[in-house]
T-cell receptor, first 112, second 114 residues
């Protein structure tokens, strides 16, 4: 069975600074990888996904993520955060039977 | 607005009550899902429906009873819940079951069992 670990429970970053959220997965085959964002009181919104091909994927809102098979990682990055990026971020891995396994999430706080 | 609407947004119920959560999507999707989100825990997949047929029951207690009358509507019927069932319940839909298609989530129902 697949599993996802997000080592950082909470990250605080200054507005305009760069952001990197870590995600490690455990899955025997080629993974389908996702990052979702959840703003307060909202559902989850897909930021980006990786299935195959270029290991650097671009998403919405200026986010990108890099798949590194050797490290079983799929870290999310943004060069310059905005106050509106304060939210909870979830990494997820999917298998061929449509089951998405989510990490516990990382809460991002943006300070002025 | 993702196209997936959940009602009510908030619900407080006693352990002996019976209530239902409703999810509606008009995206033309064929697969619908119920997830449970507890504080600081990963989202837990509860049920999957594909073309109105339940294809996944992830060892969910029988006090949670899903219903999918058509591909646009999904219900979660609740009865004799426990305080530990308090959580955010999220509905999602996708064009078809599978990780390749994007899942669209509703805003969730915040359930408190007292």
């Amino acid at each position: 069975a697949q599993s996802v670990t997000q080592p950082d429970i909470h990250i605080t970053v200054s507005e305009g600074a760069s952001l990197e959220l870590r995600c490690n997965y455990s899955y025997g085959a080629t993974p389908y990888l996702f990052w979702y964002v959840q703003s307060p009181g909202q559902g989850l919104q897909l930021l980006l996904k990786y299935f195959s091909g270029d290991t650097l994927v671009q998403g919405i809102k200026g986010f990108e993520a890099e798949f590194k098979r050797s490290q079983s990682s799929f870290n999310l990055r943004k060069p310059s955060v905005h106050w509106s990026d304060a939210a909870e971020y979830f990494c997820a891995v999917g298998d061929i039977d449509y089951k998405l396994s989510f990490g516990a999430g990382t809460t991002v706080t943006v300070r002025a | 607005e993702t196209g997936v609407t959940q009602t009510p947004r908030h619900l407080v119920m006693g352990m002996t009550n019976k209530k239902s959560l409703k999810c509606e999507q008009h995206l033309g999707h064929n697969a619908m899902y119920w997830y449970k989100q507890s504080a600081k825990k990963p989202l837990e997949l509860m049920f999957v429906y594909n073309f109105k047929e339940q294809t996944e029951n992830n060892s969910v207690p029988s006090r949670f009873s899903p219903e999918c009358p058509n591909s646009s509507h999904l219900f979660l019927h609740l009865h004799t819940l426990q305080p530990e069932d308090s959580a955010l319940y999220l509905c999602a839909s996708s064009q078809e079951p599978g990780p390749i298609t994007e899942a669209f989530f509703g805003q969730g129902t915040r359930l408190t069992v007292v």
